[in-house]
């Protein structure tokens, strides 16, 4: 069965500090995407990234930068410098192929910076 | 203007009212999907419509009843819902069905008394 735990239910850091919200999951396909989405306090989700499970480079944008370990089954997200407007809630996400009528969620990290 | 919005942002009702949820997008996408976010769970997937049609439902009971009148709206009729059927109710939509990147609306916070 697939599954994602996102083992730290809430983070605090203080504006400028880096932060990495862990993110593990489990799959039986040999292909499926990883996700990450932000929703801010607005309540909308917004797309961060995708990654397939056959490219493990790691990507960087900006001060957002994702660690994909297939070794671990762990797509781990880093906010470096982080600042008030990054306060969210962070959700990591697995589907199969790419198909989202299957997208799994994990439960989520709230991540409060302060100034 | 947001590509997907939701109304109303809240609501509250009793377990006897029949409500609705709506859902707009305007960014001329052909799939839609309404999805449930309770306090310290994940997501819920709870129905897709792509092109107007329902292709997943995913064991939602039936006092839930989604309508899609045309690719642009979406509905989300409620009726003697259960105290535990506060969330919040997301609407989402995606360019086709089984596209990777989903657009999310702002949801509607439900609260059942």
């Known amino acids: 069965a697939q599954k994602v735990t996102q083992a730290q239910t809430e983070i605090s850091v203080v504006e400028k500090e880096d932060v990495t919200l862990d993110c593990v999951y489990e799959t039986r396909d040999t292909t499926y995407y990883l996700f990450w989405y932000k929703q801010p306090p607005s309540g909308e989700l917004v797309f961060l990234i995708r990654?397939?499970?056959?490219?493990?480079q790691n990507e960087i944008s900006g001060r957002y930068s994702w660690n994909f370990q297939k070794s671990t089954s762990s797509f781990n997200f880093t906010i470096t410098a982080s600042q008030v407007v990054d306060s969210a809630v962070y959700f990591c996400?697995?589907?199969?192929?790419?198909?989202?009528?299957?997208?799994?969620f994990g439960t989520g990290t709230r991540l409060q910076v302060f100034p | 203007e947001t590509g997907v919005t939701q109304t109303p942002r809240h609501l509250v009702m009793g377990m006897t009212n029949k409500k609705s949820l709506k859902c707009e997008q305007h960014l001329g996408h052909n799939a839609m999907y309404w999805y449930k976010q309770s306090a310290k769970k994940p997501l819920e997937l709870m129905f897709v419509?792509?092109?107007?049609?329902?292709?997943e439902n995913n064991s939602v009971p039936s006092r839930f009843s989604p309508e899609c009148p045309n690719s642009s709206h979406l509905f989300l009729h409620l009726h003697t819902l259960q105290p535990e059927d506060s969330a919040l109710y997301l609407c989402a939509s995606s360019q086709t069905w089984g596209s990777e990147k989903l657009f999310f609306g702002s949801g509607t916070q439900l609260s059942v008394l």
């Open positions: 419509y792509s092109l107007e049609e329902r292709v």
């Open positions: 990654r397939n499970s056959f490219d493990e």
């Open positions: 996400a697995l589907s199969e192929a790419g198909n989202t009528d299957k997208l799994i």
